[in-house]
């Protein structure tokens, strides 16, 4: 009986592993910061959003449109300015099984969050150089942070 409790943990192991999906890793607090070219913190007032198809995924495209409370990095932001943050989250739809991948930004807010956006303008975001747009992608897979209200 002994034995068998070994190889079963193994199997379980095993099976946990052969399921997961190759999600980006979060980047720490430190790694946002160094990352980001531009830190706000402010409310979401809109949250623009379109999908698309592209071979097996399905793509949700995110604008949050936030109002700056506090600029905490970069140039050119200040408090009452409205900055569009651009994120993304994407879906399997293909009839294979899934590749491992990431399927994008996680901890999104919502309409009214507070939250502390790390984004990339004409710079790295955490999944791609190609962001020479003169927009704002949002840092990496979490690069919104909810902020609690005062008091709670």
């Known amino acids: 009986m002994t ?22 890793a979060p980047l720490s607090p430190e ?5 980001a ?3 706000v913190v ?19 495209h995110y604008v949050a449109e936030v109002r ?11 408090k009452g300015d409205l900055v569009y943050a651009r994120y993304w989250h994407r879906g399997w739809v293909g009839k294979t099984k899934q590749p491992p991948s990431t399927s994008g930004h996680t901890g999104t807010p919502g309409k009214g969050d507070t939250v502390r956006v790390y984004m990339a303008k004409n710079a790295y975001d955490g999944f791609t150089e190609a962001n020479h747009d003169g927009g704002f ?4 897979g979490n690069g919104f942070e909810t902020m609690k209200p005062a008091g709670k």
């Open 3 to 24: 034995r068998r409790i070994p190889i079963l943990a193994l199997v379980v192991v095993l099976a946990v592993v052969a399921t997961a999906r190759a999600e980006k």
């Open 68 to 78: 700056v409370a506090e600029a905490e990095k970069g140039d050119g932001l200040k």
């Open 31 to 35: 790694d946002l910061l160094k990352t």
């Open 42 to 60: 402010g409310q979401v007032t809109a949250i623009y959003t379109r999908t698309e198809t592209a071979g097996d995924w399905q793509y949700t």
């Open 37 to 39: 070219t531009h830190v």
């Open 137 to 140: 992608n949002v840092i990496g």
